[in-house]
């Protein structure tokens, strides 16, 4: 027996390579044994910082009798979700449609060697509970049902194939969408939110960003239910549990309503996210604790999750060793009183207590304390809370460690990109567009190759597998933020090289984008989605970052592109279209093209300029701040200037004359 995860560069299936499982990568060779010994598959998907794919591993994959089980009946093959997103939608929607139950990870999916399934779960503990079967039991007799009810097998085979071709939507030929779609869509969210607490639904909470930005979207066009949504979401989430109130970053979701304790794992989309978010809320509401967060934010992310390349780490585990030595989730976060007591001195110990909730009842597991701010400081106490603060996480940096996921993902990046573009640009931190640019040029250095990007690499280790339609539509919209963060002629060529290449390898015949590219391996499913998850839609991101390319360069065919993917999903917006915000975004900029505004000066005067526009929250607004060292611009953004600064607000294809007065130019935003 040998173990075939010994070369990978994900640290998750690396976790994995001392096992006694034979496991094999997803591949050609562990496919074709499959065939040739007619034998079934047990496909494993999971993550790094995943808590319950730790406890899964621990029972059951290092267990020499459930591998030997393993290795008897089945070939086994451990995929990391994060590097093969198009299997995890494909086997995640096959596991709803056959359990009817929500998937989730570690997902456990026995397929046949056509890598069709047959039977579905998420975790199985070692031996029977929670009202699940347990794992060994349950090896042989699925193995079982393969060989001898080949026919039953072979009849859902067929019903599942149907299900999944019915579930990519039929296009229309007139696109119905309009306003009131958009209306729709918030009265489904607004049906949705708890005014108690913030946030959708009941527990467990997630911070669905596009939803978020959907909002705050509406605020902008005077919908004040909407903005009170948005923002009181955003000040729970800052001053709940699930962000970090000594270190900074948000970790994954809320186990309980109130946002109080979090699954103790950071990921990098959420963070991402969330820096543009708080930023665009700040420019709303002028709230200092949102700027906070945003610095916090900021400082994490360089702190823990930079490369010395300038390209950023995909997470953080839940899970780290605790004073014993034992695995926990949440070890490195939580507290006992008696050694915040010890750090602090008596009066920041009250401050602390009285704010992070350590004078009350224990909050983790009811015999630890997780920090969230249980009440803003008073003027007077800040200093003493920012101390005790300062003493807390130099205390924390002493404990084991989380594991860090050290892979770089592009779609990832680019999200971050994006909020890292646009939060520089905003609060006036040319330091984190840097950090943005240094970031692009990574992926263009390294994962950019004969015009296809590759998905994911690892530094100083090859970069691999194809990119999926996420990774170009996030990427172009995150060059599309930092161009107006920074003009760089090289980012401008890299966007119209993706753009092309998102059309060429990703459309499909009738509108919309496939999740992979028309030469990816054939797999039984091409996912073709409009919905947001945990990430936006990748064809939300990609007809909304088109069609603002196709206005910034005049390019008839991006906006063309962006009008067949709105027709292509014209009934998944009729039939919910909450449950695609960032589709939402694109029909609002269909139905009424963003304003460009073009800005060139000297540099000392543009900068005085942005810093007042910048105030304002504009989201169907595209700035271009372009001094005297911008040379290489397209037609489209080309133009004299006499005085210090000039502008020109543009709508379609008509521009207004020169505009040389700041406050004018304000009035007329």
């Not at 075939?4 to 006694?20: I, K, M």
């Not at 640009?425 to 840097?434: A, I, K, Q, S, T």
């Not at 240094?438 to 590759?454: G, K």
Request: glycine share 6%; with cysteine; net charge negative.
């Amino acid at each position: 027996m040998s173990n075939h995860l010994v070369e990978e560069t994900s640290p998750y299936l690396l976790q994995h390579a001392e096992n006694p499982v034979e496991w094999y990568p997803w591949g050609e060779e562990a496919i074709r044994l499959a065939r040739e010994q007619d034998k079934p598959i047990l496909l494993s998907i999971g993550y790094s910082a995943c808590h319950w794919c730790h406890v899964m591993a621990h029972e059951s994959f290092e267990d020499p009798q459930i591998a030997a089980l393993m290795n008897k009946h089945f070939i086994n093959i451990k995929v990391d979700r994060e590097e093969r997103p198009d299997l995890d939608q494909i086997y995640q929607t096959a596991h709803s449609m056959l359990s009817q139950r929500s998937g989730g990870w570690p997902l456990t999916v026995f397929l046949t060697p056509k890598q069709e399934p047959y039977f579905t779960g998420t975790y199985f503990p070692k031996t029977a509970r929670y009202q699940l079967p347990g794992f060994g039991d349950l090896i042989p007799r699925v193995a079982q049902y393969y060989r001898e009810r080949k026919d039953d097998v072979a009849l859902q085979n067929s019903q599942l194939a149907d299900a999944l071709a019915r579930s990519i939507p039929r296009a229309s030929s007139v696109l119905s969408a309009d306003e009131n779609t958009l209306q729709l869509a918030f009265k489904s969210l607004e049906s949705a939110f708890d005014f108690e607490h913030g946030g959708f639904g009941s527990a467990p909470k997630f911070p669905n960003p596009s939803d978020v930005n959907f909002l705050l979207h509406q605020a902008k066009v005077g919908n004040k239910r909407a903005e009170s949504m948005a923002l009181q979401m955003l000040s729970a989430m800052a001053d709940g549990g699930i962000y970090d109130q000594i270190g900074g970053g948000f970790c994954r979701y809320s186990v309980d309503e109130r946002w109080n304790i979090p699954h103790f794992e950071k990921m990098l989309y959420d963070n991402g996210q969330l820096l543009f978010l708080y930023t665009d809320a700040w420019q709303i509401s002028k709230n200092p604790r949102y700027l906070t967060v945003v610095e916090e934010t900021v400082e994490w992310l360089q702190r823990e999750m930079l490369s010395p390349q300038g390209a950023i780490y995909s997470s953080l585990d839940a899970d780290s060793l605790d004073s014993h030595g034992h695995s926990e989730e949440g070890a490195f976060y939580v507290w006992q009183l008696s050694e915040v007591k010890a750090l602090l001195t008596p009066e920041e110990f009250a401050v602390a207590s009285n704010c992070y909730g350590f004078d009350r009842a224990a909050n983790f597991e009811e015999v630890a304390w997780h920090a969230y701010m249980a009440r803003l400081p008073e003027h007077d106490e800040i200093e003493l809370l920012n101390s005790a603060r300062q003493k807390l996480f130099k205390a924390r940096e002493k404990r084991t460690r989380p594991g860090r996921d050290d892979k770089i993902l592009t779609s990832w990046n680019a999200l971050t990109i994006k909020g890292l573009a646009r939060a520089g640009r905003v609060f006036n931190r040319p330091d984190w567009v840097v950090l943005a640019q240094n970031a692009v040029d990574f992926i263009r250095n390294r994962l950019w190759q004969n015009e296809r990007l590759l998905a994911t690499c690892k530094v100083g280790q090859p970069a691999h597998l194809n990119a999926y339609l996420d990774d170009y539509a996030f990427l172009l919209d995150g060059l599309i933020e930092l161009l107006q963060a920074d003009y760089r002629a090289e980012d401008m060529a890299f966007a119209e090289d993706l753009a092309e290449a998102l059309l060429e390898n990703f459309e499909a015949e009738d509108g919309g984008f496939y999740f992979t590219s028309h030469s990816h391996e054939q797999l039984i499913h091409r996912p073709k989605s409009a919905y947001d998850n945990a990430t936006p839609s990748g064809n939300g991101i990609a007809a909304v970052a088109l069609q603002r390319l196709g206005h910034m360069l005049g390019e008839a065919r991006y906006l063309q592109a962006t009008e067949r993917a709105l027709k292509a999903f014209d009934n998944s917006l009729a039939r919910n279209p909450a449950a695609c915000a960032n589709l939402c975004q694109a029909l609002n900029e269909f139905l009424k093209p963003p304003t460009i505004v073009i800005l060139r000066g000297e540099a000392n005067e543009l900068a005085a300029w942005r810093a007042e526009i910048q105030l304002q929250y504009y989201p169907h607004h595209l700035f271009f701040y372009l001094d005297e060292t911008a040379k290489v611009l397209p037609p489209t953004l080309q133009r004299k200037f006499t005085n210090n600064v000039n502008a020109w607000i543009c709508k379609g294809v008509t521009c207004s004359e020169s505009i040389n007065d700041l406050q004018f130019l304000l009035k007329s935003l």
